[in-house]
């Protein structure tokens, strides 16, 4: 039960912002295991020749040891655009002068490399997609039918970074009305982006870096539940990482708006599973914390403390909880620190 003295503070909001390890417990993968499960798919016998090989000499070449998705992804990225690489261009230049035989070949090396980590990268976006649509459903209503309820006495302000659909599939299962910024769109199935309507519910979903069931057609923005990424004319709406960039595009920017609208606004937010990888929300949060009177209870697993001293320091306005999502309850958590 959420005490008098919750429901009167923060002028009845309470904030969440979700990163990767909020939907670890309903099978998502984290960016890290995103990527050990991705390099173990292209070792299976039928993938190794076009992934596993390839991304071995990959991680060779670039001395990487450790990877997650994110510098995965940036180098995948490097790799495919070879053959239109400044540097690679100079070499051409300069080791085949006048040696228009070895040119060739070279050119023709460049092309293959580029058009060989052009098909994993598509092969690793749509492994992506596949795995956000295939969440544990009933682990989450379990974990967020206990977050929920506090939607009866406050505003629940909720931003994530997560593309997978839990949150609004676990909404709609345990019939809690909620907003995401879209409305049904009459006789074709899907749900059409208003900006208007971000903010109109108890239960408020603020997706900032999209979802799988995001796309853009011509100049609409569409969420549709199915997987209509390969229809013609149809573009996904995901900000992967090394994409950041998109973030300053509607429907990003209405997004980033908001998160830093209700970020100054508030006195508390609970922060669960995020590691603060991105400069722009890392340095808003860290804005946030020099206008004092306010208050981050981090959750991130055995990573919180490692986390909270790496992003934050010191200060004492940020409060680690070393336990994972689902072992926390959060309106207990409100109830002890807020009164």
Known sequence: MISKEVEKSNENRVLLFLGAGASAPMGIPTMR????????FGEKTENREDIGYWLRDL?????TGAWDLEQLLALIRQAKNTDNDVAVGLLRKNLFRGDSKNKQRF?????????YFKEIERTLLEYIRTKCLNPKIERAKEI????LPISKKCILEIFTTNYDPILENVCTELKYDYSDGFYPEKGIGAFKWDEK???SEKINIYKIHGSVTWYRKNK???KFPADISKA????????????LKEVLNPPFSHLHRRLEKILFESNLCIIIGHSFRDDYIRNLFLDRLEEKNFRIYFISGRYTRSIKKKIFGRTTMVSPVAKNFGEVDIITLLNKYLI
Not at 59 to 63: L, Q
Not at 107 to 115: F, N, P, V
Not at 144 to 147: P, Q, R, V
Request: charged share 25%; glycine share 10%.
């Open 232 to 243: 013609p004319g149809i573009d996904t709406l995901m900000v992967y990482p090394t994409e």
């Open 220 to 222: 609409s923005v569409l």
């Open 144 to 147: 967020y039918s206990k977050i």
């Open 107 to 115: 050119d023709e090396w460049a092309k293959s490399i580029g058009y």
């Open 33 to 40: 295991q995103f990527t050990k499960d991705f390099v173990e």
């Open 59 to 63: 991680r060779r070449v670039t001395g």
């Open 197 to 199: 309507l971000l903010g």
